[in-house]
């Protein structure tokens, strides 16, 4: 079983490469539009995103790679 289990997984190679580069920083927005959805009430959603990264270097081969990210969601209702 072992063997068999072996054999199988000898034929799933994984190569990766990594890039030269890290996105410092990165934003995002999104906007829906006024929707009714279920209920009587129409609201807008906007959303606002952004993410930063930071790199350590620990020698000329490691790099330890850490950040935030934060988004803030705007609900705007709209009555009749």
């Given at each position: 079983?072992?063997?068999?289990?072996?054999i199988f997984l000898g034929f799933f190679t994984f190569t990766s490469n990594g890039q030269n580069?890290?996105?410092?920083?990165?934003y995002s927005y999104g906007n829906n539009p006024v929707n009714g959805y279920d209920s009587s009430e129409k609201r807008?959603?906007?959303?606002?995103?952004?993410q930063s990264s930071f790199s350590i270097l620990l020698n000329e081969k490691t790099v330890i790679?850490?950040?935030f990210t934060a988004y803030i969601i705007l609900y705007r209702f709209h009555f009749k």
């Open positions: 079983m072992k063997t068999a289990l072996a580069y890290v996105d410092i920083a990165r807008k959603i906007e959303e606002l995103g952004f790679l850490t950040g």
